[in-house]
């Protein structure tokens, strides 16, 4: 099975910095898409940031230009850098990753528990 843990959540001020990662462990025959996903209280998760295997990347309009996301393959861990932060990106923040954890096994989804972000003052 393949394991997702989550790290670098916490409270910060309004225009602050968080950097989150996410570390992928257990049997990995391969790892494609890894992403990251939130959830306000009272909302769906939602789609931050996704990036492949072969690097491409895609976000959220709501934080195009101030989250970044980025992978490192040979330690099967992704990263989200976010400045500017505001109230609103205030949610548990969620770690997935398309996954084969052997050559005979198909291509499954996996989850992190989450990790909690708040931005207040």
């Known amino acids: 099975q393949v394991r997702l843990v989550e790290s670098g959540g916490g409270l910060v001020q309004p225009g602050g910095s968080l950097r989150l990662s996410c570390a992928a462990s257990g049997s990995i025959f391969s790892l494609n898409a890894m992403g990251w996903y939130r959830q306000a209280p009272g909302k769906q998760r939602e789609l931050v940031a996704i990036?492949?295997?072969?690097?491409?990347?895609n976000y959220a309009d709501s934080v195009k230009g101030r989250f970044t996301i980025s992978r490192d393959n040979a330690k099967n861990t992704v990263y989200l850098q976010m400045n500017s932060l505001k109230p609103e990106d205030t949610a548990v923040y969620y770690c997935?990753?398309?996954?084969?954890?052997?050559?005979?096994?198909?291509?499954?989804?996996?989850w992190g528990q989450g990790t909690q972000v708040t931005v207040s003052s």
């Open positions: 990036i492949f295997s072969g690097g491409t990347t």
């Open positions: 997935n990753a398309g996954a084969r954890p052997a050559a005979w096994e198909r291509l499954s989804s996996y």
